[in-house]
């Protein structure tokens, strides 16, 4: 019992740091390109999360058994509750290392390193790595190249369509006043700095102004259209990583008798809305405003292409990582409308890269103690 209740404690943790970690990601966008502040966005974010995580019980059944470490592991261990709750601790303690740094990583890759680890400190190269490549490495490193080419070409079509349709963009002219310090002279004694008020206008500066679309279709604004299209995109993301990320987390639960599947998605996606309120904050400002300066725009273009990818991935049972994808797609618009940042993205990959050992490692290391 006491066992049980180890791993439900620790499956729940893990969806936490799912959360801290992953629920902004789908509406990083809406903040990054200020169609809405901070506070409206995260609850954005948990609503369309949470919807998604429920549907997961009907939508994304196949995830459970991929996760649940059958395949890679002789059924013996994977029926275990020791291995899952190895597993659950590595990627949980994972993740929220990552968090707490601000680095936006996958906890898919994570769980992928945690099965791996604890697989290989159980028993040694009998691990199923035909199996692991097939089903975890491959979806994994191709989801975000796929990503970064197809939101660059969705957002170039975008962006044709929106010239053909005489839609033009408009900065806006921000006046007002700013303080400075001047040096004054004062006899023989050292210059003195003095305080003053000086007139300040910004034109075209994406830090004090706000791009917008000019313009009506169909009789209604074109800014207005956009911004709820771009809304529904993020809602979108966010509703395919809850239905994608949920029942891989479940997985864990499986040898707990005591609780149902679906009592255990509700579970999840509680700790997972919970996670995203209370400690998303640094992941945000880092994918929000770091990989590449974001307008309404591209962000709807980006999301357009996570939402679908990760939707399909789920249906089909395929483990990619919405953090991949949805990194990917931002960074894909950036490239193509060269506003991406790449060293910033670069420390993000490292970060991907150190993931699966670091998850692999915690993991091996909780299997032997436990």
């Known amino acids: 019992m006491l066992l049980a209740i180890a791993i439900f404690c620790a499956t729940v943790f893990l969806a936490y740091a799912n959360g801290a970690n992953d629920n902004f990601k789908g509406v990083a966008t809406l903040f990054g390109s200020e169609t809405t502040n901070y ?144 040096p004054v002279a004062s006899g023989n004694t050292p210059s003195l700095l003095l305080k003053t008020v000086t007139p300040d206008v910004a034109i075209n500066t994406t830090e004090k102004c706000q791009q917008r679309y000019l313009g009506k279709f169909w009789g209604i604004e074109s800014q207005q259209i956009v911004d709820i299209c771009h809304f529904i995109s993020a809602g979108v993301v966010s509703f395919a990583r809850g239905l994608n990320d949920t029942p891989k987390i479940v997985a864990l639960l499986l040898t707990v008798t005591a609780f149902s599947i679906k009592g255990g998605m509700l579970a999840v996606g509680m700790g997972m809305a919970v996670g995203g309120l209370l400690n998303a ?34 249906r089909i049972g395929v483990p990619v990582s919405t953090t991949h994808v949805s990194v990917g797609s931002i960074f894909g618009v950036g490239v193509i409308s060269k506003t991406a940042h790449i060293n910033i993205f670069s420390q993000v990959l490292a970060s991907w890269v150190l993931t699966l050992p670091i998850a692999a490692i915690l993991s091996g290391l909780f299997y032997f103690v436990i």
Not at 66 to 95: D, R, Y
Not at 285 to 313: D, R, W
Request: proline content about 3%; some cysteine; hydrophobic content about 55%.
């Open 281 to 314: 904050r640094k992941v945000a400002h880092t994918v929000s405003q770091k990989i590449t300066t974001l307008n309404p725009g591209k962000g709807l273009a980006a999301n357009f292409v996570t939402g679908i990818l990760v939707i399909f991935a789920s």
């Open 39 to 182: 506070r409206i966005a995260i609850w954005w974010a948990t609503f369309t999360t949470f919807a998604g995580s429920i549907s997961s019980v009907f939508l994304a059944s196949t995830l459970l058994k991929n996760f649940s470490g059958k395949g890679l592991v002789p059924e013996a261990i994977a029926n275990t509750s020791q291995f899952h709750l190895a597993v659950a601790l590595g990627a949980g303690l994972t993740v929220i290392l990552a968090t707490v740094t601000g680095f936006p990583i996958s906890t898919t890759h994570g769980l992928t390193g945690a099965l791996t680890g604890a697989g290989l400190m159980a028993i040694g190269q009998k691990l199923n790595f035909s199996a692991l490549g097939k089903a975890f490495f491959v979806p994994l490193l191709a989801s975000p190249l796929i990503a970064i080419v197809l939101a660059a070409i969705t957002y170039g079509i975008l962006r044709y369509l929106r010239l053909a349709l005489g839609i033009d963009k408009a900065w806006c002219i921000c006046a007002g006043n700013k303080p400075e310090l001047i």
